[in-house]
């Protein structure tokens, strides 16, 4: 069956690290998007991808990026972690135009000591 | 502003009731998406629908474009259905409510 995968589901980490977090999806979809998730905001939009080599920025993508190489995978790399930045991040793909269901990962919690 | 409004933020409920979560948007929507979080859980979508009415066995969701409006129903509920529901809708972009926590007491 198709899936999305996120790794490391947990992670703690230092202040000024820098850290990366894998997301995989095997269902062949264009459209890749990173949210965070906190309380009291929903999730929120940090990055997405619309296809190959195609990355665009979100609400809050500060301190955030991410790379499209194959259609498979985006990572979503912390350049310096902050404390800010203690989070669950959610991993998300659907369908090319956004017509399509939306499928999560399982999460990645991070904490940043 | 928020372009999706869910309500109540958090409700509960005694098993066997019936259950209505309501979603409000602002914006264009190709679709709308009802999705589930269990605690300390994954995100699933439960529906997604552009008009009229679905059911997924205890579960109905409805959708009134005129109106921007949208409810998910829970029939018979139970303790199982305790989660975090969350309204999203499909525009130019994915717009996300804040969520419904639910909990269905024995």
């Known amino acids: 069956d198709a899936e999305i995968t996120q790794s490391p589901r947990h992670k703690i980490t230092e202040t000024g690290r820098q850290v990366t977090l894998a997301c995989h999806q095997t269902?062949?979809?264009?459209?890749m998007f990173w949210y965070r998730q906190d309380l009291g905001h929903g999730l929120r939009l940090i990055h997405y991808s619309y296809g190959v080599q195609d990355t665009n920025k979100g609400e809050v993508s500060d301190g955030y990026s991410v790379s499209r190489s194959n259609t498979e995978d985006l990572p979503l790399t912390l350049e310096s972690a902050a404390s800010s930045q203690t989070s669950v991040y959610f991993c998300a793909s659907s369908e090319w135009g956004l017509t399509g269901e939306l499928f999560f990962g399982e999460g990645s919690r991070l904490t940043v000591l | 502003k928020n372009e999706v409004e869910q309500s109540p933020q958090n409700l509960t409920a005694q098993e066997g009731e019936f259950i209505t979560i309501n979603c409000s948007y602002s914006v264009g929507i190709s679709a709308l998406h009802w999705l589930q979080q269990h605690p300390g859980g994954g995100i699933v979508s439960l529906f997604m629908l552009s008009s009229g009415k679905k059911k997924h066995g205890r579960l109905i969701a409805t959708i009134n474009i005129q109106e921007k409006h949208s409810s998910l129903h829970i029939t018979a509920s139970h303790p199982r259905d305790s989660a975090v529901y969350i309204c999203a809708v499909s525009g130019n972009q994915f717009y996300f409510g804040t969520g419904t926590s639910l909990t269905v007491i024995p």
């Open positions: 269902w062949n979809h264009n459209n």
